[in-house]
């Protein structure tokens, strides 16, 4: 009896010890790596006409912070902003300019032509005579061969701006870059059965167009900008703000347009 228990409380030991071992490898893999955080923001601003665009200037939201424009100085000269990476249209100019309601992105040029391409349809899959039964094996009908489409492609800007400190996703307004112009801005739900504990908001905004274009041309414009923090603690996880917002012009234009932007903010997980 005495060499059973011996036995037995050797057994619970090991047993506790590999328990043990195992929370402490777990516990390891799944802090965070110093190493591997990043904090970034990313701008991105396209302008999609269908028609051909003469004489045009277009003034675009732009993130904004309490001294400046970094993003905007990024994408008027790459080299002037440290740890940016700029993507743009080279067909394109571009300025900041200081407006009523804040700095705003502008895109200048003479003509700007609709970047259309043609591309080939999704090619169906093969069709049957009915469903399966116990009788004779029929054959698929061939698919049909593909047609083509039209598809007109935006023109791009991009910007990856890296920073060395984390960001508040959770209050970015008046400690970080937000698109401007900005007024009006209302909580509502957020759509995203996933968002948790993120806030999200419609913020009224506007952009400003003067070109020449046939009547019945349409100009989709679009901006967006994403602050996050990223790390690896037992897979890659993070939190971030996002802020989205487009509109559509028809025709020629000389003025003012009001662009609906969502904001969500404080999304994704928090140490």
């Not at 039964?133 to 698919?143: E, F, I, K, M, V």
Request: glycine share 8%.
């Amino acid at each position: 009896m005495p060499a059973r228990r011996t036995v037995f409380a050797v057994v619970l030991v090991v047993f506790a010890l590999a328990v043990g071992g195992a929370a402490v490898l777990f516990w390891n893999f799944t802090q965070p790596v110093e190493e591997s955080y990043t904090h970034e923001y990313e701008y991105r601003a396209s302008v999609t006409p269908n028609a051909t665009l003469t004489n045009a200037t277009l003034y675009l939201p732009v993130p904004a912070e309490a001294n400046g424009t970094r993003v905007g100085a990024a994408v008027v000269d790459p080299r002037s902003v440290p740890n940016a990476s700029v993507t743009r249209d080279a067909t394109l100019s571009y300025a900041l300019v200081d407006t009523p309601a804040g700095p705003m992105l502008a895109v200048d040029a003479a003509r700007i032509p609709a970047k259309t391409r043609t591309a080939p349809d999704p090619t169906p899959l093969p069709t049957s005579d009915g469903p399966a039964s116990d009788g004779p094996t029929t054959t698929a009908d061939p698919a049909p061969a593909p047609g083509n489409h039209s598809v007109t492609d935006p023109y791009t800007v991009t910007v990856t701006l890296r920073t060395n400190h984390p960001i508040d996703t959770r209050s970015p307004v008046g400690d970080e870059p937000v698109l401007v112009p900005r007024r009006n801005a209302v909580e509502v739900s957020c759509d995203d059965p996933g968002a948790g504990d993120a806030t999200c908001r419609n913020v009224e905004s506007a952009v400003y167009a003067d070109y020449d274009a046939p009547a019945n041309a349409s100009v989709e414009v679009f901006v967006s900008l994403t602050g996050s923090n990223w790390w690896f603690a037992g897979g890659w996880t993070g939190n971030e703000y996002h802020q989205y917002g487009s509109v559509d012009l028809t025709g020629s234009q000389d003025g003012w347009a009001s662009m609906n932007v969502t904001e969500r903010v404080g999304f994704g997980t928090y140490r």
